[in-house]
């Protein structure tokens, strides 16, 4: 018994930790319902990782959303980038199964950002024709 402790003992400092982060994983979807398969990471894989891009006006008008899913050994940056009407988020998290979230279904466009767009977009088309 006295040899066994000693001999266990070097045996669990010797093992490799196991890597274990494990993330949802899918890729171009529509729905976060088809993003919930479990994957297991690699072992340069620190992050959960969902990337989200929409295209639209505010709630009115939809033009398209994406969903993507996995894992990664760093987080995308920007999280949110917003181009008008068409947006994207991302989303980073470092523990198990922690991108279960669809993080919002993209960012949308605000109507009022639109509306100022294509205000400034008429005026500098109207200032162009001139008399």
């Known amino acids: 018994?006295?040899?066994?402790?000693?001999?266990?003992?070097?045996?669990?400092?010797?093992?490799?930790q196991a890597h274990s982060l494990m993330c949802f994983s899918c890729t171009d979807q529509k729905s976060n319902f088809y993003c919930l398969k479990p994957t297991i990471c690699?072992?340069?894989?620190?992050?959960c990782v969902t990337i989200s891009a929409a295209a639209g006006i505010g709630n009115m008008v939809d033009f398209g959303h994406s969903l993507n899913k996995g894992c990664s050994p760093v987080c995308p940056a920007p999280p949110n980038i917003n181009l008008g009407v068409a947006s994207m988020g991302t989303y980073c998290c470092q523990s198990f199964l922690c991108n279960i979230?669809?993080?919002?279904?993209?960012?949308?466009a605000s109507a009022t950002?639109?509306?100022?767009?294509?205000?400034?977009?008429?005026l500098a088309a109207l200032l162009r024709l001139g008399p």
């Open 1 to 16: 018994m006295k040899v066994f402790l000693p001999v266990l003992l070097a045996a669990l400092l010797g093992a490799e």
């Open 101 to 108: 979230s669809a993080a919002g279904g993209g960012p949308r």
């Open 113 to 122: 950002v639109l509306g100022a767009g294509l205000l400034l977009s008429l």
């Open 42 to 47: 690699s072992s340069s894989d620190n992050y």
